[in-house]
């Protein structure tokens, strides 16, 4: 029988290898991937991250998913936002929840994080656990995405909410064109000399223009159950927040 395939950037690949191709490329950057997204969106990413912040508003007591959550950019700033709760950061890539639990000790927040190695398509938590559930820069390396807001839509409790940071398409075709002349000649030499690697960096800025546009995303969104669900972009559309609700 033929393997179903999938899109690893440009690339065409069997399904099942993909979770092992992206987890190349997150523990060949992890030690770097901090200054990396610094230096790519000359830091753009923290203003992204922010506004994520901003339409979450994160309330006192709250409990916090972070899919993806790598070494925990959103989780800290979900719990510094809220004030107290509690945040588990989920990642397929072991050697990103090091850095990031790492950063948790030094900045004395260990106690209120928990890191989990684990799969966004089959999450190992009970159904109506948490209160929010966030992936920002994470679903466009999952292998099967409506699996994934199928499992958020599961263990959110009613009530919750969902919020995705993803990067996404520029509505206009010129301003695209010149986005694109960026991403793909400097982002992968960008990664040579930071990280050693400018393969994944290629990988990243091909996943990009793979990644289904805001309203198409949208669809899939309401198609895991989420009510209310919605979109802003972010910096003419070279990222997007999706938001929906478990109603
Ligand atoms: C670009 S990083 C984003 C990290 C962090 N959320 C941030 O915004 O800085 C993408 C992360 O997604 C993780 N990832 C990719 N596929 C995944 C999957 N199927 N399940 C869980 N994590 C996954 C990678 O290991 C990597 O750490």
């Known amino acids: 029988m033929n393997e179903k395939t999938t899109h690893f950037g440009?690339?065409?690949?069997?399904?099942?290898?993909?979770?092992?191709?992206?987890?190349?490329?997150?523990?060949?950057?992890?030690?770097?991937?901090d200054v990396m997204n610094d230096a790519m969106s000359l830091g753009i990413h923290r203003i992204w991250k922010d506004a994520m912040m901003d339409w979450l508003a994160p309330r006192p007591g709250q409990r916090l998913l972070d899919v993806a959550g790598g070494t925990g950019d959103i989780s800290f700033r979900f719990l510094k936002r809220a004030g107290s709760g509690h945040a588990?950061?989920?990642?397929?890539?072991?050697p990103m929840l090091v850095a990031g639990r790492q950063r948790a000790e030094a900045a004395s927040m260990a106690d209120q994080l928990d890191w989990v190695v684990g799969d966004a398509m089959a999450l190992p938590f009970d159904d109506n656990t948490f209160d929010?559930?966030?992936?920002s820069f994470g679903i466009r390396n999952v292998t099967r995405p409506q699996e994934a807001l199928n499992e958020a839509y599961r263990v959110l409790k009613p009530g919750g909410r969902l919020m995705v940071l993803?990067?996404?398409?520029?509505?206009?075709?010129?301003?695209?064109?010149?986005?694109?002349?960026?991403?793909?000649n400097l982002i992968p030499p960008m990664g040579k000399l930071i990280a050693n690697d400018s393969e994944s960096y290629q990988y990243l800025v091909e996943s990009i223009r793979k990644f289904p546009d805001q309203e198409t995303f949208l669809g899939m969104v309401r198609q895991a159950g989420f009510g209310n669900a919605k979109y802003r972009n972010l910096s003419l559309g070279i990222?997007?927040?999706?938001?929906?609700?478990k109603l």
């Open 88 to 94: 588990t950061v989920l990642d397929l890539t072991e």
């Open 132 to 135: 929010t559930y966030t992936i």
């Open 239 to 245: 990222a997007c927040l999706h938001s929906g609700w």
């Open 10 to 33: 440009f690339t065409e690949i069997p399904e099942s290898e993909k979770a092992t191709r992206v987890q190349g490329v997150f523990g060949s950057v992890a030690s770097k991937y």
């Open 166 to 184: 993803e990067f996404s398409q520029i509505p206009t075709p010129a301003l695209q064109w010149a986005y694109d002349r960026y991403s793909f």
